[in-house]
């Protein structure tokens, strides 16, 4: 039935054109489908979707890239002097989710680490295009709850944002125009057939904080790496 219903949910909005990923599927709480369709700029972004309370707390993560999840990128090690597949941490990539979920490693950084990887129920390759992603809330403690979703790509430079703006600060350098937030709220008392999420803010730029810049005035590709981003609630 989960399976059947994103089909249907795919094909009128994206023509059937969408990648389907399942996770969490030992969940035990509400049903969601997180419903992207990409933008012109789309590029091999990372993102991340996670959840929290009306407060703005922390509950869960739904879906993060697995190269963040597990610290470890195609284009990670360049000690022979050119890029090979390799650890390595980037805090620019998704600072906003990472400081929001609060694991700090011993280095003092929010991003996971090989030594302690987010779980495999809540990863998985980064699709290269649209996709529906299947997942399921750990339990059903919260009627009310937002869903957050945090992208970024690299390379993506501006005028505002170019190369020598912070030109030693290296994780700046590996993100661009910083990444990018969007929200939707829930209410399981007052469901709707489908929420629309929205463009809130954007992280910092190298990932030293987990602040969310509201002035979005500087930003330009960044904003059409997603043409929308809707979450279906399946009780």
């Keep these: 039935m989960m399976m059947s219903c994103a089909y249907e949910t795919v094909k009128t909005l994206k023509d059937n054109t969408s990648e389907i990923i399942n996770t969490n599927i030992q969940g035990v709480g509400f ?3 997180l419903i992207f369709e990409k933008g012109e700029a789309h590029n ?14 922390y509950i869960q993560t739904l879906y993060v890239s697995e190269s963040v999840a597990k610290g470890f990128f195609k284009h990670g090690d360049k000690s022979t002097g ?18 929001k979920r609060g694991v700090a490693e011993d280095d003092g950084l929010y991003m996971p680490s090989q030594t302690n990887p987010v779980p495999d129920a809540y990863t998985g390759a980064t699709p290269q295009g649209n996709f529906t992603i299947n997942t399921k809330t750990d339990d059903k403690q919260k009627s009310q709850f937002r869903v ?5 790509q690299s390379w993506d430079w501006n005028n505002y944002w170019h190369n020598n703006k912070y030109p030693y600060d290296n994780d700046y350098k590996s993100s661009s125009q910083p990444a990018l937030v969007y929200e939707t709220a829930i209410d399981i008392n007052n469901p709707q057939e489908l929420y629309e999420m929205k463009l809130i ?3 910092h730029w190298s990932g030293k904080t987990g602040e969310l810049f509201i002035d979005l005035s500087s930003i330009t590709t960044a904003k059409e790496i997603v043409k929308t981003v809707v979450v279906k609630l399946i009780i």
């Design 31 to 33: 049903g969601l489908q």
């Design 82 to 99: 050119k890029w090979l597949p390799g650890p390595i941490r980037r805090p620019a990539s998704l600072p906003y989710w990472a400081h």
């Design 148 to 152: 957050l979703f945090e992208i970024n």
């Design 201 to 203: 803010g954007h992280s």
């Design 44 to 57: 091999h972004p990372l993102f991340a979707f996670w959840l929290e309370d009306m407060q703005g707390n």
